[in-house]
C-alpha cells in the first residue's frame, strides 16, 4: 500500500483513512455475516486497530452487539456498516470492504466459514454477467 486509503458510509458523513497496510482480506461465509450483510457472503478487509482513524462523523456513529464476541459499528444517518471490532481479534479492525473509497485497491485471499457457504456461490462466476444492468428479457 503506497498511499494512504480512505472509506466512508454511503452518505459520507462517518470517513476514516487507514495508516498502514491491510492485514488480509476475507470472504466471511458464516450465518451472521450473511445476516448483517444481507448477501451470500461479506467481505471483510481486517487491518490494524491502531492504523484504523475516524476522520469525520464519530458522533453519529452507533453500534449494534452482533454476537457475544462482535460489535458492528455504523452509521446512523445512512444505516451502512463501517466496521466491526471483535474480542477474538483485539488488535484488529474488520471493515466492511464496500466501504473502502476503492474497494479494487485490495482483493479477497481467503475464504472463511466455508461449512456454510450457500452451495451456488463455487459456480457465481459461470452466471451470464453485463457490464451494466441488462436489457428486459437478457437477464
Same mark, same amino acid.
Given at each position: 500500500?503506497?498511499?494512504?486509503?480512505?472509506?466512508?458510509?454511503?452518505?459520507? %458523513?462517518?470517513?476514516?483513512?487507514?495508516?498502514?497496510?491491510? $492485514?488480509?482480506?476475507?470472504? @466471511?461465509?458464516?450465518?451472521? @455475516? $450473511?445476516?448483517?450483510?444481507?448477501? %451470500?457472503?461479506?467481505?471483510?478487509?481486517?487491518?490494524?486497530?491502531?492504523?484504523?482513524?475516524?476522520?469525520?462523523?464519530?458522533?453519529?456513529?452507533?453500534?449494534?452487539?452482533?454476537?457475544?464476541?462482535?460489535? $458492528?459499528?455504523?452509521?446512523?444517518?445512512?444505516?451502512?456498516?463501517?466496521?466491526?471490532?471483535? $474480542?477474538?481479534?483485539?488488535?484488529?479492525?474488520?471493515?466492511?470492504?464496500?466501504?473502502?473509497?476503492?474497494?479494487? %485497491?485490495?482483493?479477497?485471499?481467503?475464504?472463511?466459514?466455508?461449512?456454510?457457504?450457500?452451495?451456488?456461490?463455487?459456480?457465481?462466476?459461470?452466471?451470464?454477467?453485463?457490464?451494466?444492468?441488462?436489457?428486459?428479457?437478457? %437477464?
Amino acid at each position: 500500500m503506497a498511499e494512504t486509503m480512505t472509506g466512508a458510509c454511503l452518505c459520507g %458523513a462517518v470517513q476514516y483513512q487507514l495508516n498502514q497496510p491491510v $492485514k488480509a482480506v476475507a470472504n @466471511c461465509h458464516c450465518n451472521t @455475516c $450473511k445476516k448483517i450483510s444481507g448477501a %451470500a457472503f461479506q467481505t471483510v478487509v481486517i487491518v490494524d486497530r491502531d492504523a484504523f482513524e475516524i476522520t469525520a462523523g464519530k458522533e453519529i456513529l452507533s453500534s449494534y452487539q452482533m454476537t457475544e464476541n462482535a460489535r $458492528k459499528h455504523f452509521c446512523r444517518n445512512c444505516g451502512s456498516a463501517v466496521y466491526v471490532l471483535h $474480542k477474538k481479534f483485539p488488535a484488529s479492525c474488520l471493515l466492511q470492504l464496500g466501504s473502502l473509497s476503492d474497494p479494487t %485497491a485490495v482483493q479477497p485471499t481467503i475464504n472463511v466459514f466455508c461449512e456454510t457457504m450457500l452451495p451456488w456461490v463455487k459456480d457465481i462466476t459461470a452466471l451470464p454477467s453485463f457490464d451494466q444492468r441488462p436489457e428486459k428479457g437478457n %437477464a
